[in-house]
């Protein structure tokens, strides 16, 4: 009798450890050679003292920088750098540099000044409004020309200390701006002053050293 291959019910094969610990086996030996093909990541762990100081020298760096392009011994690019600091700033120009300088400093203190936005906060209103407070010696007619030629505050002076002569009055401004500047110190330095009366003979000490060499 002839038995139709067709009709016949195909038989499961049984699966044996045997077998599912050499497929295992294989999957290992796969992903082993999978992982030396692939890249290997490296980190890089800097330590944060080492971080701060190289902060510290970048920001004492373009403090140097500047001053060199505001000098005009900087070429070219310091012809430009000049040209846009002092329509910005005007002629607390210099300023700027020095507090990146005095910036980089507080950096190397970080055990005294913890720095954080709040440091870079202080910066910022630093360089802001000493230009708008010396603008407000400038005739508000010729306020904008003066601006142009990068004397008196600068662009900065111009919209900020001159909007604010002509809304309040002179010595009301002043008295702000002022108020603004010593503001902007201590916050620079997060500190009081008290504290910042203390450390400023080694903050000086350190900036007189750091031009030395």
């Given at each position: 009798m002839i038995h139709n291959s067709k009709f016949m019910p195909k038989r499961k094969r049984k699966t044996t450890h045997s077998s599912i610990n050499s497929k295992s086996k294989k999957n290992q030996v796969s992903k082993k050679r999978n992982d030396k093909k692939?890249?290997?990541?490296?980190?890089?762990?800097?330590?944060?003292?080492?971080?701060?100081?190289?902060?510290?020298?970048?920001?004492?760096?373009?403090?140097v920088l500047i001053i060199l392009s505001l000098t005009g011994v900087f070429g070219v690019a310091g012809t430009s750098i000049s040209r846009f600091l002092y329509e910005l700033f005007g002629w607390s120009a210099p300023i700027f540099s020095i507090s990146l300088i005095i910036l980089g400093v507080v950096r190397f203190y970080h055990d005294k000044y913890k720095?954080?936005?709040?440091?870079?906060?202080?910066?910022?209103?630093?360089?802001?409004?000493?230009?708008?407070?010396?603008?407000?010696?400038?005739?508000?007619?010729?306020?904008?020309?003066v601006a142009l030629d990068g004397a008196g505050g600068g662009f900065i002076g111009h919209y900020i200390?001159?909007?604010?002569?002509?809304?309040?009055?002179?010595?009301?401004?002043f008295i702000l701006?002022?108020?603004?500047?010593?503001?902007?110190?201590?916050?620079?330095?997060?500190?009081?002053f008290k504290d910042f009366s203390k450390n400023w003979n080694q903050i000086l000490l350190k900036i007189v050293t750091t031009f030395h060499h």
């Open positions: 692939g890249y290997e990541t490296v980190e890089i762990e800097i330590n944060p003292e080492t971080a701060a100081e190289i902060t510290a020298i970048i920001f004492i760096l373009l403090g720095i954080g936005m709040v440091n870079y906060l202080g910066f910022l209103m630093l360089n802001i409004w000493v230009p708008s407070l010396i603008h407000l010696f400038i005739d508000s007619e010729k306020s904008y020309e200390g001159n909007s604010l002569k002509t809304s309040v009055s002179f010595t009301g401004a701006f002022a108020a603004f500047i010593i503001i902007s110190f201590l916050i620079l330095f997060n500190t009081s």
